[in-house]
């Protein structure tokens, strides 16, 4: 078990203006969980997309203040230890074939600033602890959840 240093007073400086940008949720099947997304609860679900190189498909399903996006993977093994090490979305699933809740994702304004706050907090950066480009185009990172109070959670850079 690893315990995070506590910082004696928390990083100064105001919040980056963090917005939840979408709730990442790992399904078995993804064309069966966007029907239910789309039928069973009647929110608007856009197509699949493949972003290239991560071994996954993702549907976006629209709520009125934010997204969820249904992630499934595309092959066995997982291309992403490198950002995601035991994090990733076909672990998630042996762990818990049903799926599930996966990640959060917060929208940061300045993504460099918060990962600075985030280590001189004790916070750490998964895999080589740089942003890569995620599915929407912009650098994210993801949190270990060991030092994130057992929550994954990944931090996109806003517009
Ligand atoms: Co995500």
């Known amino acids: 078990m690893i315990t995070p240093p506590v910082p004696a007073s928390a990083p100064s400086g105001p ?7 979408h709730l990442g949720v790992a399904v078995a099947d993804l064309d069966r969980a966007a029907r239910f997304y789309r039928d069973v609860l009647g929110c608007p679900v856009g197509e699949p997309v493949v972003p290239p190189g991560q ?3 993702v549907v976006f399903v629209t709520f009125a203040n934010t997204r969820v996006e249904l992630i499934a993977p595309t092959s066995a093994v997982s291309p ?4 995601l090490e035991n994090q990733t979305i076909n672990h998630f699933l042996e762990r818990s074939p049903l799926g599930g809740l996966h990640h959060v994702c917060y929208e940061v304004d ?3 600033a918060v ?4 280590a001189q907090a004790g916070a750490r950066i998964l895999g080589k602890g740089k942003p890569i480009i995620g599915a929407s185009g912009k650098p994210i990172v993801f949190l270990d959840p ?4 057992g929550t994954l959670i990944e931090l996109k850079q806003g517009a």
Do not use: V
């Not at 990962?115 to 985030?118: G, H, N, S, T």
């Open 15 to 21: 919040l980056q203006g963090y917005r939840i940008d």
């Open 115 to 118: 990962m600075m706050r985030l």
């Open 80 to 83: 992403l230890p490198d950002l």
């Open 55 to 57: 071994g996954i498909a």
């Open 146 to 149: 060991r030092t994130a109070e």
């Open 110 to 112: 300045d993504l460099e």
